[in-house]
């Protein structure tokens, strides 16, 4: 029998650079799972698009089995003893109230969370869009922090969007007419739910990624977006973002997304594009994953659920 190393290097080989071979991927890492588990440095908790609201299902989306299933992932991520979880947006589907109901489960969690906005967080009131990222525990909209040699950065998404600015807003008349202009040129991303970043927080992304380097830190980015491969899911600048994270490749080891429930890979230069599948979806399939940081800069994930074993070398 080909051993775990071949079979993924063989599947990895395969691959087309961005985009391709998820598949094979997933089936390479599911035949070697429980034949490695090297031992990490620490290991974070992800989880994407809990999604909860007090409603009837909608097509795949069964918004109140959230609350179970989230808590079946604190129960395993506790026992997995991670250093500190990670939840990639979009914790509600609509309706203020829905965080109290869906925090809950969090709150057994033994260790930090760390959230990023989605573009469900804001369908709220308007008067309340404001105070979403305290209800979330968040004092910045996004914020960096290092641990071991990595640096964890954790970027607002839906910081140029229809949505979480306030209407009749320079910010969202801003957002308006990016997203007329995308819908022009006829990107296939152009939709009101996704949305862009700024231009402040791209200066910060890059100061950040130039710090890691100085410092001989690598870099791991989460957003509530994917910005690889080309999808109707992606931020509005992601050719921008990923150029400017094709110039820093080798401080960055990987992206980390949600908004697309269905899962997506890529990879490019070396970075790895992971997009982990919502939880909201399916009646009773969960979908979680612990990420171990292993020696030498290698992320492994240890999938739950719909959420793909993989190994990020």
Known sequence: MMTRRELLAQSTGAMASVGLG??????AERE???TDREEALFSVGLIADAQYVDADPKGVRHYRKSLAKLAAAVKGINEAEV???????????REFESFDAILEPLAELDRP????LGNHDFAVPEDRKPEVPGKLGMNSRYYAFSREGIRFLFLDGTEVSTFAQP???EGHAEAAARLEELKRLGRKNAQPWNAGIGEAQLSWLEEQLKEAGAS???AVISCHYPILPDNAHNL????????LIDRHAERVLAWFNGHNHA???AERNGVHYVTVHGMVDTPDTNAWAILDVLPGSRLRMRGEGRVPDRLLA
């Open 113 to 116: 969370i760390h959230q990023i």
């Open 216 to 218: 001989g830190e690598k």
């Open 32 to 34: 070697g799972a429980g």
């Open 167 to 169: 209407s009749g807003s």
């Open 263 to 265: 899962g997506n890979y």
């Open 236 to 243: 509005w600048n992601d050719a921008e973002v990923s150029d």
């Open 22 to 27: 998820l598949d094979t991927l997933a089936a």
């Open 83 to 93: 250093a500190f979880s990670i939840h990639l947006g979009d914790l509600i589907d």
